[in-house]
C-alpha cells in the first residue's frame, strides 16, 4: 500500500520561506504526478501546483513566481519551495500523489493522499 507523508510546515513571517516535503512509500513503479493543494480554515482543498512525470508544471497565479514545484523520482519525493510567502498562503498544505505502483507482482495505478502539514505566515 503506498502512503504519501509531508513535512515542513510552520509559522513564518510575511516574506520568509518554507520547503514543503511529500514522502511517497510503498510498492511504487513511477510517480506519474504529484500536486500540493491548500486548505484554508473554512474553505475548500485547492490545487496550489502540480508536476507531471514530464516535467510539465501547472501553477495557481496567485503563487507564480514565489513557490517552485519540483520532485525526486529517485527518493520518490516531492517539493514545494516557497517564498516570499504571504498572510493568504497560510493553510494546511496537502500532497497528492498518482502514480503506478506493484501490487501482486502486477503494475496497478494508486493515488494517494497525504495528512497535510501546517503553514502559518504572520503579517
Known amino acids: 500500500q503506498v502512503q504519501a507523508v509531508e513535512s515542513g510546515g510552520g509559522f513564518v513571517q510575511a516574506g520568509g520561506s518554507l520547503r514543503l516535503s511529500c514522502v511517497a512509500s510503498?510498492?511504487?513503479?513511477?510517480?506519474?504526478?504529484l500536486g500540493w493543494y491548500r486548505q484554508a480554515p473554512g474553505n475548500q482543498r485547492d490545487l496550489v501546483a502540480r508536476?507531471?512525470?514530464?516535467?510539465?508544471?501547472n501553477y495557481v497565479d496567485s503563487v507564480k513566481g514565489r513557490f517552485t514545484i519540483s520532485t525526486d523520482q529517485a527518493k520518490n519525493t516531492g517539493y514545494l519551495e516557497m517564498n516570499s510567502l504571504k498572510p493568504e498562503d497560510t493553510g494546511d498544505y496537502y500532497c497528492?500523489?498518482?502514480?503506478?505502483?506493484?501490487?501482486?507482482?502486477?503494475?496497478?495505478?494508486?493515488?494517494?493522499w497525504g495528512q497535510g502539514t501546517l503553514v502559518t505566515v504572520s503579517s
Open positions: 497528492k500523489v498518482d502514480g503506478v505502483g506493484v501490487v501482486g507482482g502486477r503494475y496497478r495505478n494508486f493515488e494517494v
Open positions: 510503498g510498492s511504487i513503479y513511477r510517480i506519474e504526478k
Open positions: 508536476i507531471f512525470s514530464s516535467g510539465t508544471t
